[in-house]
């Protein structure tokens, strides 16, 4: 991301909302690993029993853990992206972050808008282990979009700035 960003009470609540997933992922990591480990440690040793919850809650943390990542690696500018031209011009980086940005915001709305439906669909479903519902981990998918736009938003707001000749 540019170094001198303007300040604002969105970018403010963007980097509010960046800090508090970047706690979650964290969290999702932690969470991780304590159903990997049990299914390892019941898998080797006769210490404790087989749970079948483990992979299911396995699943549920890697697939947010996963989305979480994605959201964050667009804020930082490092997802989705192929460095073809490394070295160009900070305005000719503005115009390829415009166009690659524009792409990014295609899936975005794809992810937000499907993704919802996709979300509704798992309203009334609960999991069939753990007996958790399903759209806590459906969820993940309309959130990452509404991410998406937000932040890729920002970053062609700042490209957007920098070739009308202002500090991004």
């Given amino acids: 991301m540019t170094e001198s960003r303007r300040a604002g009470p969105l970018r403010h609540l963007a980097d509010a909302y960046a800090a508090l997933l970047r706690g979650l992922l964290g969290l999702c990591v932690l969470v991780l690993v304590f159903p990997v480990s049990l299914q390892v440690f ?37 997802h989705f992206i192929v460095d073809v031209f490394p070295l160009l011009s900070p305005r000719a980086n503005a115009v390829m972050e415009l166009v690659s940005g524009s792409f990014v915001l295609v899936m975005a709305v794809v992810f937000l808008v499907w993704g919802w439906e996709f979300t509704e669909f798992a309203f009334y479903r609960i999991s069939e282990m753990a007996e958790l519902p399903l759209w806590l981990i459906h969820v993940a998918w309309p959130i990452a979009g509404f991410s998406w736009v937000l932040f890729m938003g920002q970053r062609m707001a700042d490209a957007f700035t920098l070739l009308r000749g202002g500090a991004a």
């Fill in 42 to 78: 019941s898998r080797y040793t006769a210490l404790i029993p087989h749970y079948i919850w483990t992979e299911e809650m396995a699943r549920f943390a890697l697939v947010w853990m996963v989305m979480l990542g994605a959201i964050l690696a667009v804020r930082e500018g490092t």
